[in-house]
């Protein structure tokens, strides 16, 4: 739900697909480096760009951001 909210967000659409490629949706690598950045704020894990892109779909990187290693505490 999250990765969806934030897509939505930047595509400035009400809902978005998740099984959607999101390239077919106008997603661009400036929205990529913001999408990591939105992510990393509410999870405090950080994706890589290419990664994201690896992922195309919101379903495909919801699934790489819970498969991200928890940050260490603080």
Request: glycine share 2%; charged share 25%; net charge positive.
């Amino acid at each position: 739900a999250l990765v969806l909210a934030e897509l939505a967000q930047l595509l400035r659409v009400a809902s978005v697909p998740s099984s959607r490629r999101l390239t077919e949706l106008g997603f661009d690598s400036i929205m990529g480096l913001e999408l990591i950045e939105r992510l990393a704020r509410r999870t405090r894990r950080r994706l890589k760009l290419d990664a994201l892109f690896a992922q195309p779909t919101a379903e495909a990187i919801a699934a790489l951001l819970a498969a991200a290693t928890p940050p260490p505490p603080i």
